[in-house]
């Protein structure tokens, strides 16, 4: 189990974090191991204290002037012991220490450590701890008296050193890292050395490096009559030679051995394995920031080989270079320098999060008409004069006069459908051509209700400042223009031509997502719905009903904003009828055609974020929409075949669980 501690970078949150913290490790009590993943940001030294406290079981008192605002962050549980050596660096970084007194444990300034006991005569010596402790270290071989001046400046301003002639002993208090880096020195300086010449051979240091650098200190002093040590280099063992006097040699080992350590990082040339960032990608930006780094240094900074002598800034002694197979960089560059790179690369190659883009559009279109006319004919007695036609405007079709006259005729072949129109037609009249006035009534009328509901939802995922594009769409062909050609011949003949262009319709959607410092993501979106729609009156091309938005918005991971719309309400009404005749209350009806329609289209666009930091979120969302999927293949017809027995639907097999990936090696290898 473990237990994590957020601070907010807002201090009026932290008693409430101390809180939860309590309860936490309240539950915890039983377990054997809890752990701890501190994370504070500008927050007050005293509420660390007090957090610290919680774990550890510890009792505080603070000195009035301990007072500071504290960064700590951590990215890996630790224990309550590990937790207590964090903030012992943590005081040790702001000036001030622990000093155990008793159930207690004072916490004051650095400048009064020498008036409050330590931990005395500890059997081991921790080399990270920050404890404060006091250690008696006894010298065999070599004088003890003469260590001092060596090694003060190795001690704080709040440590103490000191020698006791009478045991040859020193006595240190200082933090327990450093007293355990000074008993080092000493157990390598305290060694039987009666010899005119001495070898000293080195761990880490070139020697070459060490002697220059030896010989550039003592070359004053061997000007000025003093006591000359001379220092050779010894390339084949990696030593350093030493002759001269005894004292001197003294002073000249104890300043090799503090050379002669090991490299936070860097080197001459280091092969760095990435394992998210392009190698190629990566080295071309080292290689601008090399070049922008050496300009601004100046025309008066020294030369390639004083760089690399002084661990100094960028110049022609350093080489980048990317091995494309292995995804590494390959860096040639002075300690300094590699430092600096290294801590860029740290920063650059990382795992980016990804985030999960779900539009949602809704389409929903609702329409209304309806028609009513009236059409007369009216004929003489026993004669073809015609005396009276109402053809008012109807739901489309032949006129009343087409009808007439195939009856009459009695011609219905070439009556249809279209030639009737829509709707239901109701038709009376009167046909005798020995006597009598003919005439002939036709009623036309119909309703028709529509109404359609579209949603799609088409989602993608995209790496964070990548651009991504989904498209589900459809071409079709259009008209663009047309010609003939005849051929020149008796009888020539014409070859019409068109020519096409085939235009893509359906769903698109582009988005760039920019992840923010909190929870929110700015979306650069470019979103198109279109579909094939009428054919265009007088013309045979068919026209496109597109929609479009583009736009930036910002939203909170998983928040839900409406990009945008068309909302239309469109009402048309219309009459037409016979003057004078049309205005009669009731007969009126009889002479005249109406039509109304209403229409009413809402569209809506949606769009829903969700940022995806890690492989486990990742796989979450793809599971579902696999099980998703998956689920629908099985539930059609109950997974069998219509008509075929023994023969079912295929199925995608079923998710696997992914395997744990392996612990980051650093930079060892890909």
Excluded at 9 to 37: F, G, N, Q, Y
Excluded at 147 to 167: C, D, E, F, S, T
């Amino acid at each position: 189990m473990s237990n994590r501690m957020v601070s907010r970078t807002r201090p009026r949150r932290l008693s409430l974090a101390v809180a939860v913290l309590s309860l936490s490790l309240a539950a915890l009590s039983l377990a054997d191991e809890p752990t701890i993943t501190p994370n504070y940001k500008d927050a007050d030294l005293s509420q660390i204290i007090q957090a610290v406290s919680q774990v550890t079981g510890k009792n505080f008192i603070v000195d009035p002037r301990v007072n500071a605002k504290v960064t700590m962050l951590s990215a890996t549980p630790m224990s309550p012991a590990a937790f207590y050596q964090a903030f012992l660096s943590v005081l040790q970084v702001y000036g001030y220490i622990a000093v155990p007194a008793g159930n207690v444990i004072k916490i004051v300034p650095n400048i009064d450590a020498r008036q409050f006991p330590s931990e005395d005569l500890p059997k081991t010596i921790s080399s990270t701890s920050d404890e404060l402790v006091t250690q008696i270290i006894t010298v065999k071989n070599i004088s003890a008296a003469q260590l001092v001046p060596l090694l003060r400046p190795l001690i704080p301003q709040y440590g103490h050193l000191a020698a006791y002639p009478g045991g040859n002993m020193l006595i240190i208090s200082d933090r327990a890292s450093n007293v355990e880096r000074i008993m080092r020195i000493v157990r390598r300086m305290d060694q039987d050395s009666n010899e005119p010449f001495e070898l000293i051979p080195l761990q880490n240091a070139s020697a070459d490096d060490v002697v220059r650098t030896v010989n550039q200190l003592t070359q004053g002093a061997a000007a000025e009559g003093g006591a000359a040590v001379k220092v050779v280099a010894d390339q084949r063992t990696n030593s350093v030679l030493l002759s001269g006097d005894k004292t001197m040699r003294l002073r000249m080992k104890a300043l090799i051995l503090s050379l002669d350590t090991p490299l936070k990082s860097g080197g001459d040339t280091r092969v760095r394995y990435l394992h998210y960032a392009d190698a190629e990608k990566l080295a071309a930006k080292l290689k601008g920031q090399a070049s922008a780094s050496e300009k601004a240094l100046g025309p008066g900074h020294a030369g390639p080989a004083a760089a690399a002598s002084s661990g100094g800034g960028y110049g022609e002694d350093v080489t980048i270079w990317a091995d494309e197979p292995t995804n590494a960089l390959i860096i040639t560059a002075p300690p300094k320098t590699m430092r600096s790179l290294m801590s860029v690369i740290d920063k650059l190659d990382i795992r980016r999060a990804q985030v999960e883009v779900q539009a949602i559009i809704v389409e929903v279109d609702i329409n209304k008409s309806s028609n009513l006319g009236v059409q007369w004919i009216i004929d003489g007695a026993n004669s073809s004069t015609l005396l009276g036609v109402s053809n008012l405007p109807t739901t489309g079709g032949a006129s009343i006069v087409d009808l007439a006259a195939a009856a009459a005729t009695k011609t219905y072949t070439g009556l249809s459908s279209a030639t009737l129109g829509t709707g239901a037609s109701f038709a009376i009249g009167r046909y005798n051509k020995a006597s009598g006035t003919n005439f002939a009534a036709l009623l036309q009328a119909i309703r028709s209700d529509g109404a359609s509901n579209i949603i799609s939802t088409p989602s993608v995922i995209t790496m964070n400042n990548e651009e991504a594009e989904v498209k589900v769409t459809q071409e079709i062909p259009i008209v663009t223009g047309s010609y003939t050609t005849t051929t020149q011949s008796v009888g020539g003949t014409s070859s019409p031509f068109q020519t096409i262009q085939r235009e893509q319709v359906g769903t698109i959607l582009k988005v760039t997502p920019h992840i923010n410092e909190g929870r929110s993501v700015q979306l650069k979106i470019e979103q198109e719905d279109s579909s094939p729609g009428t054919v265009l009156p007088g013309t045979t091309d068919i026209s496109t009903n597109k929609r479009s938005i583009k736009t930036t918005v910002l939203v909170q991971n998983g928040g839900i904003v409406v990009l945008g719309g068309l909302i239309s309400d469109t009402v048309n009404e219309g009459e037409s009828r016979i003057p004078f005749l049309g205005k009669i209350p009731i007969i009126g009806a009889l002479f005249r055609s109406r039509n109304g329609s209403h229409e009413k289209k809402e569209l809506l666009v949606f769009i829903q974020p969700k940022i995806l930091r890690n492989q486990q979120q990742l796989e979450s969302t793809s599971r579902t929409q696999y099980q998703h999927i998956r689920h629908q293949q099985e539930d059609m017809h109950d997974g069998k075949v219509t008509l075929l027995p023994g023969e079912h639907q295929p199925v995608i097999p079923q998710m696997k669980p992914q395997a744990a990936p392996p612990p980051a090696q650093g930079g060892t290898g890909p």
